[in-house]
């Protein structure tokens, strides 16, 4: 589960909410390569804010957001505006907010959002697997039913006497907005990984001891299972994009994974460096293919890391090799060896 904040107040805020899109934007460009699927949960404003943002990264065509799916859950999100957002303004001596501005009842902002969303989610022509499912609660005199959901279908009511604010404060496990949480999430682990991913039994001692550290995973009844790395298409999931390699992950990282479980089964010393590796097969050399397998080498090695296959540690004192580059350790986790891919 991941935090995202941005600033609100209840007046004055100087940064309107296409600007904190671009923050959300920025935040999740560096996150979507982490996952194999996202639930993005927005309550009130931060549902135009997730608009913003999932926008944005579509109009820089970010290539995980067309990797993943992706489900906005929002609870009341006012989609045609807030009634009084508009007093705002005429009280400009007391206080002036952007925020407001820009969901006056609608507006022009709003408006272009809706038509942007759907431009860029709502065809099912679209290569992004993006949707918004929206949440209401009864007693929100703040934003009305037909407000919180908006043009989008399968509007559903949270539980009875919510108002807008404790629509997304469950008391326990029993209320409906963590309940429909749960639905949706098993829903797209069903989706991503086959029905009943989630349901099924209790990894072994063995195999728990052999994935234990691999950092991808699902809830099932409080149990944290994580993801079998079972062939090359999800290794390259999780690895994500390089933006150093001059070859796409596709080429050089099966490769590598290659190369790096033969220096384990091949190589004898307690620490294993970067140097070594580039020597346990015989390569065509560098200056012949005409690409720097440093950073295809260092990507690769840092995927497996965050996964736990091995750890990465610098010598001290430093050492170098070649031009100047720096060694590392590699030290792999035996129990993990050899990474399935």
Not at 163 to 192: E, W
Not at 194 to 206: C, V
């Amino acid at each position: 589960m991941l935090r995202y904040g941005y600033g609100s107040v209840a007046c004055r805020n100087e940064v309107d909410l296409s600007d904190r899109g671009d923050g959300l934007r920025s935040f999740l460009s560096d996150q979507l390569g982490n996952y194999d699927g996202m639930i993005i949960m927005g309550h009130s404003l931060g549902g135009l804010v997730a608009m913003h943002g999932l926008i944005k990264l579509a109009k820089a065509h970010h290539r995980d957001l067309a990797r993943i799916p992706v489900t906005v859950m929002t609870f009341g999100t006012p989609y045609s505006g807030v009634q009084g957002a508009e007093l705002l303004g005429k009280m400009a001596f007391v206080c002036t907010d952007k925020q407001a501005e820009a969901v006056t009842l609608f507006n022009r902002s709003l408006r272009e959002l809706k038509v942007d969303w759907e431009s860029y989610f709502g065809n099912n022509e679209s290569k992004y697997h993006v949707a918004i499912k929206p949440f209401y609660g009864p007693a929100d005199l703040f934003v009305v039913q037909d407000n919180a959901c908006g043009p989008f279908p399968g509007c559903e009511q949270v539980v009875d006497g919510e108002n807008h604010v404790m629509i997304v404060k469950p008391s326990d496990t029993n209320h409906s907005a963590y309940t429909k949480l749960r639905v949706q999430v098993d829903n797209m682990t069903d989706g991503i990984y086959g029905p009943n991913f989630a349901k099924r039994s209790p990894p072994s001692f063995e195999e728990e001891q052999k994935l234990n550290s691999i950092n991808t995973a699902v809830r099932s009844d409080s149990i944290t299972k994580p993801r079998i790395l079972d062939n090359r298409e999800t290794l390259l999931k999780t690895c994500g994009a390089s933006s150093s390699a001059k070859r796409p992950e596709v080429e050089f990282v099966p490769y590598w994974v290659s190369v790096i479980n033969s220096l384990h089964k091949n190589r004898k010393e307690q620490h294993r460096d970067l140097e070594s590796l580039l020597q346990v097969r015989k390569r065509i050399p560098v200056a012949e293919i005409g690409i720097d397998i440093q950073p295809e080498i260092i990507f690769t090695l840092r995927c497996l890391e965050k996964m736990g296959f091995l750890t990465l540690e610098n010598f001290d004192p430093p050492r170098v090799y070649g031009d100047g580059k720096q060694n590392l350790k590699i030290i792999f986790s035996e129990s993990m060896m050899p990474i399935p891919y």
